[in-house]
């Protein structure tokens, strides 16, 4: 079963409202520090890609997506991958995206793992996700939430402390954007 993040088309109807109600602001501000070669992971149908100044590359496990990405976005190389086994050698970038990735991502400590080892000297990880309510009631009705949103957004959870999890794998987070449950932040490694 594919849920709306393996639906180009399905996610990009819904992103466009999204995006005009106010998260295209959040994708500016994630893309405007982004400096020299850049990989965005999970880039999905590529709503961040044409923006790039500088040198980018999209990486995606859904081959639809990254269809639909390369049709928005012609002149970016995209690769099919998974962040937790990202086919780039050691220090090979100075910013890595990831736009409302982590979420999805099966395993986060390996993940996380990934984007340290590609990452240069000196460079950062920039992040633009929704987090685990601080509320404790709050993030317990995620968590009942939970299975059925995973099922019907195709891998999302909405419980997840992205946060706590970057900090946990070695990073120092500088937090730029918060409102609700979204986050904008940039993490180096410690
Ligand atoms: C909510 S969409 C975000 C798409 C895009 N980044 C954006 O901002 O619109 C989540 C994306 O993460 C991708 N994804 C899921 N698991 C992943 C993984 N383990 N590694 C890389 N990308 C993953 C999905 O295929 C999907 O395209």
Known sequence: MRGVEQIPWLYDAMFRVFDAAGVRRW?????AKARGRTLEIGCGTGRNLPRYTSAAIGVDPSVDALRAAKKRSPATPMVCASVESLPFRDGAFDTVVS???FCSVRDVPRGLGELRRVLAPGGAVRFFEHVRARRPW?????????PAWTWVAGGCHPNRDTERAVREAGFELTLELRESNWRLFEARPR
């Open 27 to 31: 994708r500016d501000a994630l893309i």
């Open 99 to 101: 736009s409302l990735v």
């Open 138 to 146: 709050a993030g317990r009705l995620q968590d009942w939430l939970q």
